[in-house]
């Protein structure tokens, strides 16, 4: 079946523009996790979402970050008034929450942004 | 906090060669363990997991066993090839209390290169 996809695979923006990155999780999965991928800081966690629960956004680095999960299926990451340490891969992963005290987490192939 | 630690790269080796990338974590509770891997121009891929002390997790060669005593989670292979050549993410979650929301805390990563 279908993996997670993410789009755009690349973006390119100047600085102080807002971006969106969108991300498509498996279909029935109902965990949805954002992860930033940079040279500096490695892979860090963003934010979580888990149903209809309230998303843990402990991760965000500011408040210029900020995402929402509609319908329970599509996530979309924005970033308002890009800098340049914004750049980085933007990973998105999703599970199937159940019984088993862990739930693996797909991750779709990520979003490339440069803030120039 | 919880946090990983693994040997830094690159790490060059030839092909049939041993293969050893440690990883050590800190954490609260007892965590679920992983290795994930990106090959070249590809998404996250789990490698193998392991979720409890003493357990071994294996996949395509590699093998890790989860040390509790000295946390640790050390991957080997006994005879890398060329096709092994990509960055590997040693990672924890957490004990999943909580049920299914297992946030991932990643290492920095470790670059194999395989040459023949």
């Known amino acids: 079946g279908a993996g997670v996809s993410q789009s755009p695979s690349n973006k390119v ?66 970033i308002q008034r890009t800098q340049q340490e914004d750049s980085a891969v933007y990973l998105c992963a999703s599970s199937f929450v159940g019984a088993s005290s862990y739930n693996e987490q797909f991750f779709g192939p990520g979003t490339r942004l440069t803030v120039l | 906090g919880d946090s990983v630690t693994q040997m830094e790269g690159p790490v060059t080796l030839s092909e049939e060669a041993f293969l050893t990338i440690n990883c050590t974590y800190t954490a609260t509770g007892y965590p679920s363990l992983f290795w994930y891997v990106q090959y070249p121009g590809e998404g996250l891929q789990l490698l193998l997991k392991a979720t409890k002390a003493d357990d071994k997790g294996s996949n395509k060669g590699f093998e890790a066993t989860y040390r509790k005593e000295t946390t640790s989670f050390h991957l080997e292979k006994g005879s890398v090839q060329v096709s092994d050549s990509a960055v590997y993410f040693c990672a924890l979650s957490g004990s999943g209390l909580s049920g299914g929301y297992n946030k991932l805390i990643f290492g920095a990563g470790t670059r194999l290169a395989v040459h023949p």
């Open chain 1, 13 to 78: 923006t100047e600085k102080g523009k807002d971006v969106e990155l969108r991300c498509d999780p498996i279909s029935g999965h109902t965990a949805l996790y954002w992860y930033r991928q940079s040279l500096g800081q490695g892979l860090e966690f963003l934010i979580y979402f888990q149903g209809n629960s309230a998303p843990d956004k402990s991760g965000l680095p500011s408040d210029r970050f900020s995402a929402e999960r509609t319908g329970g299926s599509v996530s979309t990451l924005t």
